[in-house]
């Protein structure tokens, strides 16, 4: 079935630090989701990216989708502690279905 | 709008038991989901549905029912508790006209001993 990997599972890092995860799926998706969770909270969504090659910006966050509609990137610019949480994947397969199915997630500590 | 509402919030059964966890939506969402989420293992789905009277299995769906018998709600039913069903259950819903990304409730912690 469909997996999505995500790397790294845990990443921390000094204020003002750069930030990146990856995520990598085993087959071609329609369209890619990043959710962000804050400790003790739930899933919430952040952004979608549906083109081939795709960029989206939301102030210090950049997000990608491959060429391929495999991979995907987030990438935030220097970290703040409002930033901790766990950063989440997901991932719609080609072919309409509707089945979403996440990565692992990473985990964001900040250190001030 | 209240969003995704899920009951209860928290939930103590005993090994065999049978419990129903409630969602529902007040924002007219045609896809709505149901995910279980453990240390280390993400989001993992257990049954979907992308309409009423429509639902699919997920990536985990062994040991749960699912009816979507209305647009609102969408209950997850525990048939036979096991302590490996000791999670967070998180009911979630999306729409195209919300760009569907997915909206969350604020999730289930379920214990079973």
């Known amino acids: 079935g469909q997996q999505v990997m995500q790397i790294p599972q845990y990443q921390h890092v000094q204020e003002g630090e750069d930030f990146t995860t990856y995520c990598n799926s085993s087959t071609t998706l329609s369209n890619i989701q990043w959710y962000k969770q804050r400790p003790g909270g739930h899933p919430v969504f952040l952004i979608q990216?549906?083109?081939?090659?795709e960029v989206k910006k939301q102030k210090r966050l950049t997000f990608q989708f491959g060429e391929a509609k495999k991979n995907s990137s987030l990438h935030i610019t220097a970290t703040q502690t409002t930033d901790v949480g766990t950063y989440f994947c997901?991932?719609?397969?080609?072919?309409?279905?509707?089945?979403?199915?996440f990565g692992k997630g990473t985990k964001l500590t900040v250190n001030p | 709008n209240a969003g995704v509402t899920q009951t209860p919030k928290f939930q103590v059964l005993k090994t065999g038991q049978s419990m129903t966890l409630q969602c529902a939506q007040d924002?007219?969402?045609?896809?709505m989901s149901w995910y279980r989420q453990d240390p280390g293992m993400g989001l993992r789905l257990i049954h979907y549905s992308v309409g009423a009277g429509i639902t699919d299995q997920g990536e985990v769906p062994n040991g749960y029912n699912v009816s979507r018998s209305t647009t609102e709600d969408f209950p997850l039913r525990l048939l036979s508790a096991a302590p490996s069903q000791t999670s967070v259950y998180f009911c979630?819903?999306?729409?195209?006209?919300?760009?569907?990304?997915?909206?969350f409730g604020s999730g289930t912690r379920l214990t079973v001993v």
């Open positions: 979630a819903s999306s729409s195209p006209s919300s760009g569907y990304g997915y909206t």
């Open positions: 990216l549906v083109k081939s090659g």
């Open positions: 997901a991932g719609l397969t080609q072919g309409g279905s509707e089945k979403l199915v």
């Open positions: 924002m007219n969402h045609e896809y």
